[in-house]
């Protein structure tokens, strides 16, 4: 198990060592036993440093923000930002690392194992302990959570509370990493793409109708985009706005970018975004789960990113974000890559 | 005019109000919303609080401005669009939401009237529900002048006695709407009366959040414009629109046109909701952008609510409902933010 004593003492020494700018991990919420992201640049702030099952957020999104602002800074303090990251996360460092949007000098990768166990779905939680007053999560090992409700602790098994991503995730520990907390595990999923059989099983119809409802729920607020690691694009094509719009960029290239998708939240234009979502995400997903958590609507986003994910899988064999040395899914081209459904 | 209805008699009551389109608190999986009622007796009004606010109604997300078409003499022909007239009664709307529609209701006719807002407003009677407990944690009505029995933006404010509502009115719409419940209602005995005031009383030492020290706030945020209290405020933001979307008070737009088909051209022009949250929110045209950080996204968030409007309307524009802390997907939470400004040295 992860002792959290010996991440934070690591984590003092880095910041006291000088070898990172900062480190990016979780605290607890104002008085609450959920977590909230961290960052921490200075030596005492690591005791508010927490690693338990509420630590839910993919925190390489934030890589993201460094990147930008790295390059507004005229001298920017070029050392490596500290992430802490489980092992979902770690396959997304890795394909920041293999799409050149990184490079691996620019982070210092704490990692930790979840183990046999995950982090918790919050509405599983708190549908479990209804009307309980839950204080804190702690990992209780062998693929156990406990839950510590008011002065009462209760073990339960993992998966009644864990994140639907958890409980299929076949990778818990870092593959990528500078230093290692945990244990290296492997884990035997009887079925890892379980959360989308139901829907393959439906006819075409059925899928419609299924994702018709679904899509007519969104509300374009974007946060499924906005909190991928994925989604890094200067421009993207659901906006209206091209935000790579320089000084230099003529009238004339303004005026002939594209809209791809209206911004109004009808289904077509929802289906056209999350669609397109989808396909820039296939190959690439690492199933952290994040869009699926932060859906304010509940848009079950994760069925499209899994079924993406076992095409990769089943067609060539490709697991996102094991080898950043190797080039990704849809940038190479193999002699025996299955050719079945190209008309 | 106060009236008592028996909780049974909801539906038949809704069952007298054909000529009016029906919304209610209606929950698809574990999310509620405000949905238009095609059966009455689906109607309930037990529900903690809905995903998105009431304001969709009135402020729809998408709003066709008009449509316009080019004539074969060269001209374009333009037909405005406006919102349909039926009547509207939208159930369950707590005190919060309705200050919301009430504050929306100011801006609509502050300058040029938005008449798509003023239209449906004028035909939309609210029936809110006072809160008995707090529908979320994060609640913090009684702080920004707000209360869990407020009857402003109301043209009815009802109260959970049990097993009946206690109903106020509170315009002459209202009074009209309780006029059409006749035969169902009766008038309320003293202890009714007791049980309601005790409810009201009650139900706002119940809330859990106080920010102290409100009137000082505009000086608070006029000191730290300029300072690294929001670079590190802002630090987790995804720069999402959850915060604002669900709103109750938030109204900025954009403009665009939707083209249908090319030559000749057809087209409309549409309203959608847009957010000060979002990057391309305050994008120029030379590519320069005057909020280019998430910093001074926050900022405007907060400065807006709590200074700039206050400034002009005195008033928040903010209700307390706490959504914008319960959806955000990181945690940013606009109290903890407003404490932190009162407090912060430069």
Redo the contacts between chains.
Sequence with gaps: MVTLEELKDNCRQILKEGKVKYIIGYKR??GQY????A?LDRIEEVDHLVWDPSCI?NLV??LR?EKMRKEKEKEPDTRPVGVIVKGCDSRAVNILIQENYITRDDVYIIGVSCEKSGIVDE?KLTKKFAGKDIRKLDFAGNGKIQVTCGTKNSVVPAEEILADRCIECTIPTPIVFDVLFGEKTDREVPDPFKTIKELESFDTTRKWEFWKEEMD?C?????C???CPMCYCDECVA???S?A?????TAEE?AHKI?WV?????ISENFNYHLIRAMHLAGRCVDCG?CD??C???IPLRYLNRKMEKESLDHFGYTAGMEPEKPTLVSCFREDDPEEFIL | MEKVLLKKDLNSWAGKLGSYDIYAPFKSGDVWGYELMENQAEITLDYPNTAIPPKKILFPQREVLFEFEATQEGGMEIREVLPDDTPKIIFGVRSCDARGLAKLGKISQGGIEDVYFTRRRNQTVIAGLACHNPPSPYCFCTSVGGSPHSLEGMDILMTDLGDAYYLESVTEEGVKLMGSAEGIVTDPDDKQKADKEKIHSDSEKKILLDISDMEKINEALSEIFDTGLWDRESLSCLRCGICTFSCPVCHCFDVNDEIIRTHPLKGKRVRTWDNCQFPDFTMHSSGHNPRSDKASRLRQRVMHKFRYFNENCEEFLCTGCGRCIEKCPVGIDIVEVLEKAKTYEK
């Design positions: 919420k104002n959920m977590t909230v992201p960052f957020y999104r934030y923000d509405k729920k509300i374009r607020c974007y946060a985009r906005s909190v906006d209206s706005i935000l719009v320089k000084p230099d960029t303004k809209r209206e911004k109004s939240p009808v994040e958590r932060v304010p609507v509940d």
